[in-house]
């Protein structure tokens, strides 16, 4: 590898490791949840943590992997249950860069309640579905007494597709998992996903909800688009900030 591609590789390791604090500075993940990124020199090829609790995560944790959820360096640390989630989606996603998966509260109840779908109700939250996220369920793969993980490439591949093209996709009784092209976009989605399920439930107990059209998530995304790093850096510094950097 050259001196640049390993300044690259070094520069994103850096912050992968922001993004797992942060994550946990917006109450997004806690013990459980991961970030991951698509290697920059290897497409084929992503990073992510190895199994720990996001604030915990230094550099010297992040470790790479194949897209079948393969550790490149074996007899490592122990990698996370779930990674095939990150795995096939970039195997299925050429557009996507990095996935976020959280067990965020407010977004778990719209995977469990049928007739109501998580939509966009303000423009930071643009970006999700105006139809409504998709959900995966797990029961359609894994039969009726699965731990609702996704620990094979096989139902990797079934959250892919149930994802499709979308941003977020639900995970009955689970979390939820979001992409982007970037890191820091990734991030953006993840917190917003959290934060826009909780307005549209308080939103549902004054009345009858307004969502965006999709002509506004179209117009709301592109603008917010030029906007991560506003968010980014406020986050990054409330982070290092925290008792749990000192």
Known sequence: MST???ETVAALIRELVDANHILFDQGVVDGFGHVSVRHPERPDRFLLSRSMAPALVTERDVLEF???GNPVVPNGPAP?????IHGEIYRKRQDVNSVVHSHSPSVVPFSVVTGVKLRPVCHMCGFLSEKGAPIFEIRDFAGPGSD????????GAALADSLGQEPAVLMRGHGSTVVAGTL????FRAVYTEIGAKLQ??????GPVTY???EETV???????????????????????SPMSQ
Not at 150 to 155: A, E, G
């Open 219 to 241: 117009g709301t995304t592109k603008t917010i688009s030029t906007q991560y790093d506003r968010s980014w850096f406020l986050w990054l510094k409330a982070a290092r900030n």
């Open 212 to 214: 965006l059209t999709e």
């Open 201 to 206: 439930m308080e939103a549902m107990k004054l």
């Open 184 to 187: 820091r976009q990734a991030v």
């Open 66 to 68: 194949d897209l079948d």
């Open 80 to 84: 996370y249950l779930e990674r095939f």
């Open 4 to 6: 640049t591609a390993s």
């Open 148 to 155: 609702l993980l996704i620990t094979s490439p096989r139902l």
